[in-house]
């Protein structure tokens, strides 16, 4: 049984910078893991954020940015903003299969 | 533009079936893949499969192996997801994701499916 692990939860202050991380059971997170992250908010349906450990899609924002880092894919978000407070989810493949982490609530305090 | 829209909300009693449906637009179906994912009350994301739209060949996570189908028809670029034996832990949203070479992004407004005797 593969397990994801995020943090359950992480605090920054607006303005601030807070780097999530995403860790794999079988080992180090590689490329070949193509990372993707996601962000969703109450009552609403994830958005996709980061895919392949660091690159960003058309509409995500500059502060976001992904990358591998001590063996683990990371979400680091620099100069947070009071809507980014959401949950946060990473995603990693498995030859076949992907497997969510179990996210990160982010309050921005 | 680029979406996903999905059917309905479902009631199901333990024991039966639920199919979802997910139709595309603004892109070609044919070149890509579809996930689906759910979201128990309070709970975290979980994969539960993937379908190759123009090849038909499909991943499953073990958890759901013996219990989903994702199927796609081209002609309505249409994605199909039926999950038997319900539960009431079935109890969740579903969602169906654009999903290939690696680039999980465009998702479906979810659809609740409630399983209550």
């Known amino acids: 049984q593969t397990v994801v692990t995020q943090e359950p939860s992480l605090t920054v202050s607006p303005g601030g910078t807070v780097t999530l991380t995403c860790a794999s059971s079988?080992?180090?997170?590689?490329?070949?893991?193509?990372p993707n992250w996601f962000q969703q908010k109450p009552g609403q349906a994830p958005r996709a954020l980061i895919y392949?450990?660091?690159n960003k899609h058309s509409w995500t924002p500059a502060r976001f940015s992904g990358s591998l880092l001590g063996g683990k894919a990371a979400l680091t978000l620099s100069g947070v903003q009071p809507e980014d407070e959401a949950d946060y989810y990473c995603?990693?493949?498995?030859?076949?299969?992907?497997?969510f982490g179990g996210g990160t609530k982010l309050t921005v305090l | 533009q680029v979406q996903l829209v999905q059917s309905g909300t479902e009631v199901k009693r333990p024991g039966a079936a639920v199919k979802v449906s997910c139709k595309a637009s603004?892109?070609?179906?044919?070149?890509?893949?579809i996930s689906w994912v759910r979201q128990a009350p309070g709970q975290g994301l979980e994969w539960m499969g993937w379908?190759?739209?123009?090849?038909?060949?499909?991943n499953y996570a073990q958890k759901f192996q013996d219990r989903v189908t994702v199927t796609a028809d081209t002609s309505t670029s249409t994605a199909y997801m039926e999950l038997g034996s319900l539960r009431s832990d079935d109890t969740a949203v579903y969602y169906c994701?654009?999903?290939?070479?690696?680039?999980?992004?465009?998702w479906g407004q979810g659809t609740t499916v409630t399983v209550s005797s």
């Open positions: 994701v654009r999903d290939f070479a690696y680039v999980v992004d465009v």
């Open positions: 603004g892109f070609t179906f044919t070149r890509y893949g």
């Open positions: 379908i190759n739209i123009k090849k038909g060949n499909t």
């Open positions: 079988t080992g180090a997170v590689t490329s070949g893991f193509h």
């Open positions: 392949s450990a660091t």
């Open positions: 995603l990693l493949y498995y030859g076949g299969a992907w497997v």
